[in-house]
């Protein structure tokens, strides 16, 4: 009797022809067969973004993977699309596991809106696929890389992409694990413990004005940098065990943006006036 191997689509942010993204083919390759597809074109910071406008042009692009030859999808959309276009334009059957990276820079925070790698992730987990955004910590100079002019070690990164893959073709994720967050950091090896984190309700980016105070029709620069409020950073966050333990830090992320509050207290908060008024 003939087994099916599980297909696992493979996305990154930065692009059809990311080195992040061979990385993670060559470390799962044997795990099931494989189905790349990518943005055409560097992509990060969009999010789960959707941009009305898409042609829909799906490329074969031939990339090589331990020595061979490889047809990889290059899309013209955003992460999220290539996950769509990947899903239900390409695969002929329903992917087991979407894994999003390897991404340059790291994505913990409340940032994580922002990434281009959690946003394809999460367009898999709307789509009833696990998701796996895996995001390594370089310095910012690579955040827009897309070809791998900068030389990256990707050992600890596949290594963990690697081991969570197999844990999610192998087990069904509990209720609410729509997708799990990895953020390695760039001096960790094989052999750096995970730890399992919250995600810290800090903004671990952040944007400022480049510019002095701007005359009326001036245009004004913004730019980004790591800014952590260490005193008020908790423990068990993203951030804390990324930047200052050192540790990879894994974070389960659900669809559910709902927020924690005591929703009966706020509703009667909300509806306050309107008792008064009767």
């Known amino acids: 009797m003939s087994v099916t191997r599980p297909l696992i689509l493979l996305t990154n942010d930065d692009g059809i022809h990311s080195s992040g993204l061979l990385a993670v083919a060559e470390a799962v390759c044997d795990l099931g067969e494989l189905l790349i597809a990518a943005p055409a074109t560097q992509q990060t910071g969009m999010g ?3 941009p009305p406008v898409i042609d829909g042009t799906v490329d074969e692009v031939a990339l090589t993977v331990r020595g061979h030859t490889v047809i990889g999808y290059g899309i013209s959309g955003s992460p999220a699309q290539a996950v769509l ?3 239900l334009a390409i695969a002929e059957r329903q992917p087991a596991l979407v894994i999003s990276g390897i991404n340059y820079g790291e994505n913990v925070g409340t940032c994580v809106t922002i990434s281009g790698t959690v946003g394809a992730a999460l367009q898999a987990a709307e789509l009833g696929i696990p998701g796996l955004a895996i995001s390594l910590e370089t310095d910012r100079s690579y955040h827009y890389e897309s070809r791998g002019e900068h030389r990256v070690e990707w050992g600890a990164a596949t290594h963990a992409t690697r081991r969570f893959a197999e844990v999610m073709l192998g087990h069904p ?7 799990l967050k990895i953020d390695v950091p760039d001096d960790a090896t094989p052999q750096t ?3 399992l984190t919250r995600q810290s309700r800090q903004a671990y980016y952040e944007i400022y004005r480049t510019d002095a105070q701007p005359a ?3 245009q004004v620069g913004l730019d980004y940098r790591i800014n952590v ?3 008020t950073l908790e423990p068990d966050s993203d951030i804390y065990a990324l930047a200052r333990d050192r540790v990879i830090a894994v974070t389960p992320l659900s669809q559910d943006l709902t927020s924690r509050a005591d929703l009966g207290e ?3 908060m909300l509806r306050g006036d ?3 008024k009767t």
């Open 85 to 87: 276009y990947g899903v």
């Open 48 to 50: 789960r973004g959707s």
């Open 173 to 179: 994720m509990p209720f609410d694990v729509d997708v």
């Open 216 to 218: 009326a029709g001036m």
């Open 193 to 195: 413990p995970w730890r």
């Open 266 to 268: 706020l509703e009667r």
């Open 229 to 231: 409020d260490w005193e």
């Open 274 to 276: 309107e008792k008064r």
